[in-house]
């Protein structure tokens, strides 16, 4: 039996299972109105399937009158049954806002924390008035460190999360990921950040207590950490550290010189391939990028430090790591201190070389449009 038929014949089982054991999917007339396939179709957007997830990867630039990876978020509240529990760093999507009112509306339990200062801007605090005036309960964070999370949860069952901001810019213009997990436990643990988030505790007043930080699939392994409180970076650095042959990354914001040591010495003394791209308009001052590029022309064996910068006109937004082809780390948390130690963040580790290689191919897309940095890492 080939790969496909049975990532197919997973993905199967999963929507039998979700349609039997949470019965939201089909609607009080018997209609079906929730659907786990991949909705959007703009030539932009990458979607790809397996048995517990959907993985969906923008491919800039977007025409002003297609939706992007957008449309599935909005298709999975459209199909809610009980509660949409939303945490956004920003928001400017009218179509977004108005698939909460509709939800909410219905009699779905619609609830939200979000990043206060990126919502100042008059059309933004215009679409949480819209919000608010429908009673829809808000959460702002109220602190200068970001709540910078990204993420959704349907009926406490399904989880949207990813680098993809709630923006105009994110879906037409910028490099994003976002995946949708249909895995109970992780939605167990996105439903405990959330609760924590809408009690007021966030960052280091966050506690630590995810219920299934590990998971198990069926061969698959899932991590999963929330920072400030569970020590993310470290975690980070320590799957790094394991890699046997390759370490392919693309970071919006890279400053973290430990994570950045441990890939270089791995270069260095263990023959390892390190390819990255940088967002080019961070990957000057406090960026590790200089670093690693100095380091590239010193390597005495067989292993590589290639770098490059996004050639996005916008932003390269992707914050993730694959390791050996097999491993693949991604979420909403950037590689930099502020995000080990002051942000709201979330992070995935998947031990599943069927979805590493889906983010692997959006590795080399965006690595293979990206540009040789003159020295210190600037632009040609």
Known sequence: MNKRLQNLIKFLIVVLLAWFVWKYILSDEGEAVLTL???????ATEVSSGGYYTAYFTNPPLEANHQGIESSLLALIGGARTSVHGAFFELDLPELVEALLVANSRGVEVELVYDDDQMTDPDREGLLSRLRAAGIPMVPDERSAFMHNKFFVIDGAIVWTGSFNFTENASHKNNENAVVFVVPQIAANYEREFSEMFAGEFGVTSPSDTPYPEVSLDGVSIHNYFAPEDGVMAKVIA????????????????????????MSELAMEEDLIVRGVFESRQSTGSSVCPYLMSRSANIPGNGVIDIRLDGNSATMHEKLIIIDSRIVIFGSFNFSGNADENNDENLLIVYDPVLAAEFEREFERVYSQGIVPEDGCRRP
């Open 37 to 43: 396939e991949p909705t959007a179709t703009a030539t």
């Open 239 to 262: 799957e790094v550290r394991n890699a046997e042959s390759s370490i392919d990354f693309l970071a919006f914001s890279f400053t973290d010189v430990n994570l950045a040591y441990t």
